[in-house]
């Protein structure tokens, strides 16, 4: 081990395909010092037995740049590097059985038009034409993409690793990460052990990246970071050689939990079914290497005696190989990627749920750039592990949650399903009231929230497909409520996080767009931007006191919208501190929310004494409560915040005293549907990191008049050289169709874009979408005088266009 450095730039733990890439791309950059440690062999965890799809398509624009991006690489890699990777790009078909599976492919095939892939959907006949040996029984339809493939899993690890020593980097075997040592929020070096001979070292470093698959947890609990992923068992089989079956293109049956690839005149029939096995709950063995796991034919027949109908030629193949091996998987089925909240120099690209091949290269390549310029390239939420709950790292949560994961990767991908493992671990105060009430929970982040209520009789469930589901009328009923009475939702999940110090003030001025030199009690709604303009975090920031301010986010950033505050603390004299257990939250809001108050509290919600935008302190009930005076649902209303010991008396108190006022129960998406008839952004699907500010629409709540924040000059600089696109809001003209996100944007017949979000505008009596349309060197007027369309699953549908809000455009009724 002589060559081993006694410092490094960057230490990579693992030598899989993922490991590899990060290696190679920073070595591209010109990165010196970089090494990349790999305890046994190259590829010798997951990557050696992948299937090594190559899909175009994922589930949003930049998963799918990434995905693409792969491609591209590994097509080059050969003539780079002498190593053959084996891409071929022969195409895929995906197969339905069912109705809503075909819908479901239909609005894959629209969403790949918008993001330039190429696509074509399928009859019956034509999957036939183009995969003769399938059979169609129960076949509705398909749809193919020609540029998706296939490639050898081991080659392309191996040409990566290559073209990482070409360009400077030292890749390493045989050398396993046995610890690492930390100050404070920084790594400053790993030891090591060579795998024979007893060598022992230590690489002081100044980052490291955690490549270690599924070793990443492991690793990551090394390094002072969660990383949650859990190993199942991975099942396919391999067939004897079979005559004259040529060149195929890889073939989906979702509906049957299959996927099948020829390789060399073989058929490979892999799973992934709905009721996985979670492996490895006492940890790795130590000498695993190319190791397969005990082979288990009861698990896997239905799925082979499902495929020899679809497939006939499967039941008179041999079987050559049935395959059992590890891969990981995590708790919403997004790898891992970015720099981990905890530390401040450990970076993260583990966890890819059986797609690492596919997106390894554009995982590598974004994660280089962000580690080169600190910033991220482009929007990377879907996969940011900073997205990940502290709690999620815990084991127990984690073999249930691998039950079902590595199964939704082929279930039906409805709008608003619910993972059904590992469910009840965060609850807000008010959780038993809720469900008593006929509460049907959904969850966030582990938060179970009550999405929307059940009549008596009812069944507390959901039923999914793509069009109105079974809680429909019970979400527009809820949503009239709260449109023409008053409603009552717990908002408990939503980030709460105490900023307090002497310079309170002066950091949050410099963190955030808006300006926080304020009276006490007045809620300011804003930004977090970064050095581009992009919105790193969308809050209400509530001065407490003259040291102290509350700043709420929403459930799912918590973690990442704190780390932000964090790593930009700097020298100011503050303390951050997340306080989201100690108070429950409750939103009454709709015309007559006022009416209710009054019935609950002797104080004064008079405009003149609480006006919009404001909060104070109040008497409820026999107790105390602190009221904000704010609305994500465009009417009239109050998020009461009550610390945990009385948030159960609150909640009695106001929900016996609505009796007398109409008092309806609500859930979280009929929240949603109000704000989308508001046109209020959704953090994570209208805004973004890579949404200037301007451009969405959020000019007025960034205060160019301070002297400094971040993002400033951004803001500036965007205002000299005028908008490049602009958030518009559709209502789709036709009251039937329903939206949901990613549907095509079409202006005066032409793809300009795709939907941000949507959901059901029921006071507005249609569909309601949000999405950028580009309008470089045009005024307002013009954007507005097109002709708007939006696909939905391949059929056109009007829709008018709106910048303000097609709600209460003045808030007039907010204000009341």
């Not at 024979?196 to 230590?202: K, V, Y």
């Not at 991220?376 to 709950?389: C, E, H, N, T």
């Amino acid at each position: 081990m002589s060559d081993l450095p006694k410092h490094a730039r960057v230490v990579i733990i693992g030598g899989g395909v993922v490991g590899c890439s990060v290696a190679y791309h920073l070595a591209k950059l010109g990165w010196q010092d970089v090494v990349s440690l790999e305890r046994k062999q190259l590829t010798s965890g997951t990557t050696w037995h992948a299937a090594g799809l190559i899909g175009q398509l994922r589930a949003s624009a930049n998963m799918t740049k990434l995905a693409r991006y792969s491609a591209e690489l590994y097509r080059g890699l050969e003539d780079e590097t002498g190593v053959a990777t084996g891409l071929r790009q022969g195409g895929s078909i995906s197969v339905a059985l069912t109705a809503e599976r075909r819908e479901e492919l239909n609005r894959q095939a629209a969403m790949a038009r918008a993001f330039g892939v190429p696509v074509e959907e399928l009859s019956p006949d034509d999957i036939k034409q183009r995969y003769e040996h399938i059979n169609l029984d129960g076949v509705t339809g398909g749809v193919w993409l020609p540029t998706d493939g296939q490639a050898d899993p081991a080659n392309i690890a191996l040409a990566l690793a290559k073209g990482a020593r070409q360009n400077g980097a030292l890749v390493k075997e045989r050398v396993k990460v046995t610890g690492i040592a930390r100050d404070g929020r920084r790594v400053t070096g790993v030891d090591w052990a060579a795998d024979a001979g007893g060598e022992t070292g230590h690489i002081a470093c100044d980052m490291i990246v955690n490549c270690a698959g599924m070793w990443g947890h492991e690793v990551g609990r090394m390094a002072g970071v969660n990383v949650p992923l859990h190993a199942c068992e991975h099942f396919y089989i391999v067939t004897e050689a079979i005559d004259g079956l040529g060149q195929l293109p890889v073939l989906r049956v979702p509906d049957e939990c299959a996927y099948y690839k020829e390789d060399a005149g073989k058929i490979l029939l892999g799973a992934f079914e709905p009721n996985a096995k979670p492996w490895g709950m006492n940890g790795i063995p130590d000498s695993f290497e190319f190791d397969q796991l005990p082979e288990d034919f009861d698990h896997f027949e239905p799925i082979l005696e499902a495929a020899c109908n679809r497939m006939p030629m499967l039941a008179e193949a041999g079987i050559h190989t049935f395959f059992n091996g590890p891969e990981s998987f995590t708790p919403d089925d997004a790898y891992h990627l970015g720099l981990a909240p905890e530390m401040d120099n450990v970076w993260v690209a583990a966890g890819f749920n059986s797609i690492g091949i596919q997106s390894a290269g554009g995982a590598g390549h974004a994660l280089s750039q962000w580690m080169d310029s600190g910033e991220k390239p482009f929007d990377l939420g879907d996969v940011d592990i900073a997205r990940m709950q502290p709690f999620q790292g815990n084991r127990h949560y984690l073999f249930e949650r691998s039950k079902e994961t590595l199964g939704l990767l082929y279930a039906d991908h409805f709008p608003y399903l619910q993972k059904r493992t590992a469910r009840g671990v965060r609850r807000s105060p008010f959780h038993h009231h809720l469900l008593e009430q006929g509460a049907v929970m959904g969850e966030i982040a582990g938060w179970e929230r009550a999405n929307w209520f059940a009549k008596d009789g009812q069944e507390r469930e959901y039923r999914y497909g793509w069009g109105r589901q079974n809680w429909f009328e019970n979400a527009a009923e809820e949503h009239k409520a709260i449109r023409t009475g008053v409603g009552m939702y717990d908002m408990s999940s939503f980030g709460k996080i105490r900023v307090e110090g002497p310079d309170a003030e002066a950091f949050l001025n410099h963190v955030g767009g808006g300006d926080y030199s304020v009276p006490n009690g007045k809620i300011v709604y804003t930004q977090f931007l970064n050095d581009r303009g992009g919105i790193e975090a969308d809050v209400t920031v509530t001065r407490l006191s003259e040291t102290a301010y509350l700043v709420v986010t929403p459930a799912a950033t918590r973690l990442a919208d704190q780390t932000w505050m964090e790593r930009h603390r700097g020298d100011f004299n503050v303390v951050i501190t997340d306080v989201t257990a100690g108070e429950g939250v409750l939103a009454v809001m709709g015309p007559d929310a006022r009416k209710l108050m009054q019935a609950v509290s002797l104080n004064d919600f008079s405009n003149a004494a609480n006006p919009f935008g404001t909060a104070q302190e109040i008497e409820l009930g026999m107790g105390l409560a602190r009221v904000h005076r704010v609305s994500y649902v465009g009417e009239l209303g109050w998020e009461i915040y009550i610390g945990a010991d009385m948030a159960g008396h609150a909640f009695e108190t106001l929900y016996e005293a609505g009796q007398a006022h109409g008092l309806k129960l609500c859930g979280m998406h009929m929240m949603d549907s109000c704000r989308i008839e508001k046109g209020f952004r959704h953090f994570g699907h209208d805004i973004t990191c890579e949404d200037h500010v301007l451009e969405a629409g959020l000019g007025f709540a960034v205060k160019t008049s301070k002297p400094s924040f971040i993002g400033r000059d951004a803001v500036l600089r965007k205002k000299e050289a005028g908008l490049a696109k602009r958030l518009v809001q559709f209502r789709l003209t036709d009251p039937e169709p329903m939206l949901y996100h990613n549907e095509p944007v079409l202006r005066d017949g032409e793809i300009v874009g795709y939907l941000s979000s949507g959901a059901y505008g029921h006071h507005l009596g249609g569909a309601i979408g949000m999405g950028y349309v580009p309008c470089k060197g045009e005024s307002a007027e013009q954007v507005l005088a097109s002709s708007y369309e939006i696909d939905v699953a391949g059929t056109r549908v009007k829709a008018e266009a709106s910048l303000r809000p097609m709600y209460d455009p003045k808030s007039e009724r907010v204000k009341a």
